[in-house]
Nanobody, 128 residues
Framework: VQLQASGGGLVQAGGSLRVSCAAS???????????LGWFRQAPGKEREFVAA????????FYSDSVKGRFTISRDNARSSIFMQMDSLKVEDTAIYYC???????????????????WGQGTLVTVSS
């Protein structure tokens, strides 16, 4: 499975950005009951869960730190996800990684070991 993230950039605090992730590869057919999600890693910090969407139902899940500000969605083909990030804060600055989990968990995992495919990351910088 290949995951290609895009859409990062520089924005002022209070602004908005949209990041995207496109999944490809024949093996991605095995992920239709699983999840695509986003993690982020700020300098000097561990990678943390941000949001995920269940591919068959479209159910969405968020960390408390972004709930109400970020919106994750998937396309009709269920091979791409998008995350609209509004009301951005300086502390949202990080590299954002797209990740895929093929297992049909009731809720998405929030640990990096629960995701078996990762994209290369896209940098989001929020200035004050």
């Amino acid at each position: 499975v290949q995951l290609q993230a895009s859409g990062g950039g520089l924005v002022q605090a209070g602004g908005s950005l949209r990041v995207s992730c496109a999944a490809s590869g024949r093996a991605f057919e095995n992920y239709y009951l699983g999840y695509l999600g986003w993690f982020r890693q700020a300098p000097g910090k561990e990678r943390e869960f941000v949001a995920a969407v269940r591919l068959n139902t479209g159910s969405t899940f968020y960390s408390d730190s972004v709930k109400g500000r970020f919106t994750i969605s998937r396309d009709n083909a269920r091979s791409s996800i998008f995350m609209q990030m509004d009301s951005l804060k300086v502390e949202d600055t990080a590299i954002y990684y797209c990740a895929a989990d093929k297992f049909p968990r009731q809720v998405p995992g929030d640990g990096i070991t629960e995701y078996d495919s990762w994209g290369q990351g896209t940098l989001v910088t929020v200035s004050s």
